[in-house]
């Protein structure tokens, strides 16, 4: 699949570290190193700007190797970047650790997974099939 871009920053296009990769790290555009402290968030911009395909979707999700070792991860995870939206890509990182961390320009902040999506139409009834499962909720079924 191709996707459009264009980058107005002086970072590298994304692209998968290995073949079987599904997610593609993004990068900080900042003119000046961003730091968190603990619980504070900010909106990282990336200057990227994507066109996809409809039927397409872009998820933002935290990177494992940031939510480890500094407890930084993606607040709204994972983040959807439509086809029809044309703005920048922009990144909201939360510091979940006890510690400041600093966003320097060029960080590998976030991975991006590009993914099919279908359209739902609802269909009212009634009464919804049985299944094993049921009402149960978190946890249902036990440790």
């Excluded at 191709?2 to 290995?18: F, Q, R």
């Excluded at 407890?71 to 510690?99: A, C, F, H």
């Excluded at 960080?107 to 991006?112: F, L, N, T, V, Y």
């Amino acid at each position: 699949m191709t996707v459009k871009i264009i980058n107005l920053s002086s970072n590298p296009l994304p692209e998968y570290a290995t073949e079987a990769s599904a997610g593609m790290d993004l990068r900080a555009n900042l003119d000046f190193p961003v730091e968190l402290k603990p619980l504070q968030r900010a909106l990282i911009k990336t200057g990227l700007y994507i066109e996809l395909p409809v039927g397409i979707e872009a998820q933002i999700r935290p990177r494992s190797g940031l939510a480890l070792k500094h407890g930084i991860t993606v607040l709204n995870s994972p983040g959807t970047i439509d086809s029809d939206y044309r703005g920048e890509i922009g990144v909201i990182l939360v510091n979940l650790s006890d510690t400041n961390f600093v966003v320097n320009h060029g960080e590998r902040i976030c991975q991006m997974v590009i993914a099919k999506h279908e359209k739902a139409e609802f269909q009212i009834v009634d009464l919804l099939e049985n299944t094993e499962r049921g009402a149960g909720g978190f946890g249902h079924t036990g440790v």
